[in-house]
């Protein structure tokens, strides 16, 4: 008996012949991410080969959707779910999905999903432009982090590591590589390279990577920092504490939630001369935030953080500075946090191979879809497309 065709060509017939909503995209642009899929090459031989790795990205990419967390739980989806686009028949075995996955280039699949993230939020810019928002608030602000894969091993032994790259305004994860050799500090611009483009964007990061060759990185490229300081950099620090600080003007911020009183003071400086502007380069502006917490039944407690950033006093006030310095957090609470815990990184089973950074490519891309599908609610979302598995061939289609 032949074997159903489950090439490319099939995949995008089928996704041209589907009936779409009136208010969703039109086909030609509803094929975007499958056409970015076309850009991986296929690492198996031609000859016995019966499923398209497109067929099998986009199968793995609906299951993960609804919340698989292994090729088992993946090859079940597929052979169970009613798809409304049936781009291979019958579906690839478990084993099928963990042999092609495990072998995908990831920095080709990679590169892929972030030339296609990039063009949808190239696109929510453009519905932006013209609502009289101030420049200042509008600019690309990214937070740059890495994160552990709990369980999984590189090549050498290494416990693998990826670093990412997060839009603070959009919430889409732009960008991801492996930090080889568990280098961190080297991953830091090797994943920023791989956008096209940083000119006027402002890249914020954590303590570890406050670093003097960071900073000039960036400002070769036109991009600006944000980081945190801290114990790694002494010196820097001490100049920090020691800028006049009571004579500084400050913004003060009071949040009242969940039995909890909270309270930020704000303080900038600008660093224009003097020994902080030599001790880093291209630092612009020192920011001084001090936290005060109360809640029922606990001790208050105060948090002083200090940071520098090569933003003027023309580019960005306090107020951004401060919301800036906070949302940087945001690339743990909705990107690492969900997917360890709601999409399940941390429990899965697939650790060898090429499987388990591509799997993080499909937790990052299952995450977009779901927020420029409107979701906020990650795991409600995932609930969502579980008990109604046609909405997945919706959600693809539109992407």
Known sequence: MPAYSSSPPSALQALADAELPSDRLSVADSISLVQALRAVPDPRQRRGRRHGLQSVLLLALGAVLAGAHSYAAIADWAAQADHAVTVCRPTPHATTFGRVLAAVDVGAL?????????????????????????????????AVDGKTLRGARDQTGTQAKLMAVYDHRDRLVLAQ??????????????????????????????ALHCQREHAAWLHARGGHYLFTVK?????????????PWACAPGQLERHHAHGRAESRSV???????????????????????????????????????????????????????AA????????????????????????????????????????????????????????????????????????????
């Not at 590169?111 to 608030?137: I, S």
């Not at 568990?182 to 914020?204: H, M, N, R, Y």
Request: hydrophobic share 40%; charged share 20%.
């Open 110 to 142: 990679e590169r892929a999903l972030t030339g296609w993230v990039l063009a949808r939020r190239a696109r929510l810019a453009d519905q932006r432009r013209g609502t009289g928002e101030p420049v200042a608030a509008g600019r690309q602000v990214l």
């Open 324 to 399: 800036w310095i906070r949302s940087h957090w945001c690339i743990e609470n909705r990107l690492h946090w969900i997917r360890d815990v709601t999409l399940g990184e941390d429990h899965s089973s697939i650790r060898t191979g090429a499987g388990p950074q591509v799997m993080a490519a499909l937790r990052n891309t299952a995450i977009n879809l779901a927020r420029l599908a409107g979701h906020t609610n990650i795991a409600a979302a995932q609930r969502h497309f579980a008990h109604q598995p046609a909405t997945v061939h919706r959600l693809l289609t539109a992407a």
């Open 177 to 206: 590589t492996d930090v080889g050799g568990g280098d961190e500090l080297a991953a830091f611009t090797a994943t920023l390279a791989t956008l096209p483009d940083l000119q006027d964007v402002l890249i914020t990061a954590d």
């Open 267 to 321: 303080k900038v400086i600008d660093l224009e001369s003097g020994p902080t502007h030599r001790l880093f380069p291209h630092a612009a502006r020192a920011i001084k935030v001090v936290r005060r917490r109360r809640r029922r039944g606990h001790r208050p407690s105060i948090e002083t953080v200090y940071a520098i950033t090569s933003l003027t006093h023309r580019q960005a006030d306090p107020g951004l500075l």
């Open 231 to 243: 114990g790694n950099q002494p010196a820097l620090r001490q100049t920090l504490v020691r800028l």
